[in-house]
């Protein structure tokens, strides 16, 4: 079965710092273009981040550039998403997608919390 | 960055009425443009794809239009199902940018 599971949220203050994981099963996940996108409460979509398949590119959004880093290990078929100075605007469900249309691909989610 | 305006920010139909939902690029994005439906407490899920091809599944009272610039997403009869909330999302390049989405409400 084609899945990705994401794990690594929660509570962490301002200033923080948290990694996100997303585990990937029943595909060949090192053909694939991988995507962050996140959810604040009660809002819409925003794409956060993106990693090409060999993770030799990647794209992000302009309000976490220089806080976030996305990477992969293709060897574990794990995604990942490092994220510092994180800030109340951070909180989100945070999505991971493999990016690819028609054949998308999302997880769960994962909540990330901000807030003292 | 592209950005894309989807408009009206909510749609207030009954069941069996059509729906029509716009989304704007401030640029031309050729056709990649894809059509997401997004349920309270679950993940999207793909519509519509390189802006009129419609995704594994999804039933045929849904169809997708447009290029360059503007983009419909058609619901020909709305089935209780349907309400939901809408986005669309630029394919073409980088940063992939989400719409702010559109609500489909029951009137």
């Known amino acids: 079965e084609v899945q990705l599971v994401e794990s690594g949220g929660g509570l962490v203050q301002p200033g923080g710092s948290l990694r996100l994981s997303c585990a990937a099963s029943?595909?060949?996940?090192?053909?694939?273009?991988m995507s962050w996108v996140r959810q604040a409460p009660g809002k819409g979509l925003e794409w956060v981040s993106g990693?090409?398949?060999?993770?030799?590119?990647?794209y992000y959004v302009d309000s976490v550039k220089g806080r976030f880093t996305i990477s992969r290990d293709n060897s574990k078929n794990t995604l990942y998403l490092q994220m510092i100075s994180l800030r109340a605007e951070d909180t989100a469900v945070y999505y991971c997608?493999?990016?690819?249309?028609?054949?998308?691909?999302w997880g769960q989610g994962t909540l990330v919390t901000v807030s003292s | 960055d592209i950005v894309l305006t989807q408009s009206p920010v909510t749609l207030s139909l009954s069941p069996g009425e059509r729906a029509t939902l716009s989304c704007r690029a401030s640029q031309s994005v050729s056709t990649y443009l894809a059509w997401y439906q997004q349920k309270p407490g679950q993940a999207p899920r793909l519509l519509i794809y390189?802006?009129?091809n419609r995704a594994g599944g999804i039933p045929a009272r849904f169809s997708g239009s447009g290029s360059g610039t503007d983009f419909t997403l058609t619901i020909s009869s709305l089935e209780p199902e349907d309400f939901a909330v809408y986005y669309c999302?630029?394919?073409?390049?980088?940063?992939?940018?989400f719409g702010q989405g559109t609500k489909v409400e029951i009137k």
């Open positions: 390189d802006a009129s």
């Open positions: 029943g595909f060949i996940f090192n053909t694939y273009i």
């Open positions: 999302q630029l394919r073409s390049n980088w940063p992939r940018t």
């Open positions: 997608v493999r990016d690819l249309v028609p054949g998308t691909i």
């Open positions: 990693i090409s398949g060999s993770g030799g590119s990647t």
